[in-house]
Every structure is written in structure tokens, then in C-alpha cells.
């Protein structure tokens, strides 16, 4: 059965520190791995996808099919990272995504 | 704003009665989907329209509920006799399948408070 876990509900660090929001993944197929962020009083956007090997805001993650993770890591938090993540997985034909439970991340100055 | 949008925002309405949600995707996005979303829960998926198509529905999707896509523009989610443990965030998505983009673009979802 396809599943998106996100352990943590709560990432509490201080500006200037390391972040790695974790993903874990369980799909049977081939996935497509995004990230999405949701701030506050806004809609969900996508923060980055596995395809584009893209860094976003200084977020950066990869998937490492061994392990079924994605995590998402930024070196150095900012405080106006503090949000909502939500880690997200389709199949080849993008009939749905399924979305993990999502981790709230604050950025404490 | 060019995104998706959903109407209403909000919805409060009593147990056992009937709610219909719009949502306008991006105008060239020819798959659409609806999500719901409780407390301190990712959304969950709903339905699937590929144009006016529905392609998929989740077995979390009661006969209480039916989805609509005419003409593969702009779809409606309708809830019937509805009951408390309906309350929730209805999101609507849409994407367009490239070769290089298979973003699904929310909208700012309507919520639901069935009292």
C-alpha cells in the first residue's frame, strides 16, 4: 500500500541551525517525490520536486530509494522558513498524490 | 489571482443537510482533483477528474458524496445529508501533465463546520 510518514509533528530550532524534515515512503512502483509548504494563512505551494534536483529556498532533498526516503534539509534555518511541510508521492500516471501528516516547523530567533 | 480558486470559504451549515463546493482551476489544467483535510492530518485524496472524466474515487468517498467536472472546466463537490464527521478543509487541486511540470496547484480549500 502506498504511504507517506512524516515522524516528526513538531521541529522546534533556532535560526542559523541545520533543518531535515524527514519523509519516509513505502510504494510499490517507481514515485515522483515532492515537498509542499504551507505558511501561515496561505494555500498549499510546492516547495520542491525528486525530478528537478532543484534547491529551493535553500531546501534541498534526496531521494534515496534504498532507504524509501526524502528528506528535506536547509543548512541554515531562516525564521521565515517557520511553516507547515508536508512531504507527497505520485505514481507515474499523477491520478493522486498521497501526503504525509505533515511537520510544523518554527524557526526560533 | 490567476490560480485555483474554491467558493465558498467557509461553510457552516446543520446536520443532515445538503452542501455543494466550486472550484475554478487554472484555466489550460485539464486534471482536477479534490482533497480533504482534518485536523493536524495531510489531505486526504478524494477524487480524480482527468477533463470531465472522473478517473478515480477514493473508498473514503461515501455515496453521500458525488463530484461533477461539465465540460471539464470548473468541477463541484456536493455533499448530501451531511454529518458531523464531514467537517473538515475541502482543497481542490489541478495540474497539467508535460513532460517537465506535474505540479498540482492548490486552492485555498472551503471549510466545512457541520453543527
Known amino acids: 500500500a502506498q504511504r507517506v510518514t512524516q515522524p516528526e509533528k513538531l521541529l522546534s530550532v533556532f535560526k542559523g541551525a541545520p533543518v531535515e524534515l524527514k519523509c519516509n515512503y513505502s510504494?510499490?512502483?517507481?514515485?515522483?517525490l515532492f515537498w509542499y509548504v504551507q505558511y501561515s494563512r496561505q494555500r498549499l505551494q510546492l516547495l520542491l520536486r525528486?525530478?528537478s534536483r532543484e534547491s529551493i529556498k535553500g531546501f534541498t532533498a534526496d531521494l534515496n530509494k534504498g532507504e524509501t526516503s526524502f528528506h528535506l534539509k536547509k543548512p541554515f534555518a531562516q525564521e521565515e522558513d517557520s511553516a507547515m511541510y508536508y512531504c507527497?508521492?505520485?505514481?507515474?500516471?499523477?491520478?493522486?498524490?498521497?501526503f504525509g501528516s505533515g511537520t510544523k516547523l518554527n524557526v526560533k530567533p | 489571482d490567476t490560480g485555483v480558486s474554491q467558493d465558498p470559504r467557509h461553510k457552516i451549515t446543520k446536520r443532515g443537510q445538503n452542501v455543494t463546493f466550486r472550484c475554478d482551476p487554472i484555466?489550460?489544467?485539464?486534471?482536477l482533483y479534490w482533497y480533504r483535510q482534518t485536523l493536524g492530518q495531510g489531505p486526504e485524496f478524494l477524487t480524480y477528474?482527468?477533463?470531465?472524466?472522473?478517473?478515480?474515487k477514493s473508498r473514503l468517498l461515501s455515496d453521500r458524496f458525488s463530484a461533477e467536472r461539465p465540460k471539464g472546466s470548473f468541477s463541484t463537490l456536493e455533499i448530501q445529508r451531511t454529518e458531523q464527521g464531514d467537517s473538515a478543509m475541502y482543497l481542490c487541486?489541478?495540474?497539467?501533465?508535460?513532460?517537465?511540470?506535474?505540479?498540482?496547484?492548490f486552492g485555498q480549500g472551503t471549510r466545512l463546520t457541520v453543527v
Open positions: 487541486a489541478s495540474s497539467s501533465r508535460t513532460v517537465m511540470n506535474t505540479e498540482a496547484f
Open positions: 507527497a508521492l505520485s505514481g507515474y500516471n499523477f491520478n493522486k498524490f498521497y
Open positions: 510504494y510499490s512502483g517507481s514515485p515522483e
Open positions: 484555466s489550460e489544467h485539464n486534471r
Open positions: 525528486h525530478i
Open positions: 477528474f482527468q477533463n470531465e472524466a472522473q478517473l478515480e
